[in-house]
């Protein structure tokens, strides 16, 4: 008798070593596999606080797509995936937390903090936090497209916020580095070989033909470059670049 599971299975592509369970357990009837979903939990000094997060974690957005990674609020007796901790600023309490995750691979830790400025986000990055979210601007959708992402290993931070950082970044690299032979990439190198062939005049065309991509993928790569600058467009990011020293 074949087995009814094989298919979906074989659509599914290999298992992660990440995954325990047989993926058959969340194949639906017509044969769709479902995502595992993340385990997040919640932690803060203020009940209010965690009552909010927790809801905000437990409501899908209406602009989530079928299909996308379900995020549940881990039970008491559940090892989450992620841990959200909640402060009002970056201060002892928070970088405390921090300090007892270190050296552990889970929970990362998301921080949704009040008060969030260059100091204080450089500070919390720098003790380990993954990704950061100002409470002013968490809403349900972002808060769990910034968990989903933090359980892939990618981290979040404000726009502005990186933005900065990568200014201090570029400054450091002319007045520091730079001088002594050295370098840092705060972008990608293929994120880099892009930039340099806009700076240089060329169109998506060209540099798609050059660099073997897509003109779709180059597409992406420039939105890429564009969101973690902070920048509008590629004429922006060009002489954001130049102007920081990252090219």
Known sequence: MSDPHAAARQAAGPRSAHDTADPADNVHPAGTVHPEPVRAAVRSRDPISQAGVTAQLDTVGPDEPAGTRPVVVAGPDDDPDILVIVADTVDGWLLAQLDALTGRPSPR???VVGQLDDTAGLQAIEAGGLSLV?????TATLLREVVRAAARGEARLPTDLLSSLLIRVGRAQRQVLAPRGLTILPLSPRQLAVLRMIAAGADIATIARELSYSERSIKNIV??????LGVRNRTQAVAHAIREGLI
């Open 109 to 111: 830790p998301v921080l």
């Open 134 to 138: 100002r409470r002013s601007e968490s």
């Open 223 to 228: 939105h890429e470059i564009t969101t973690q």
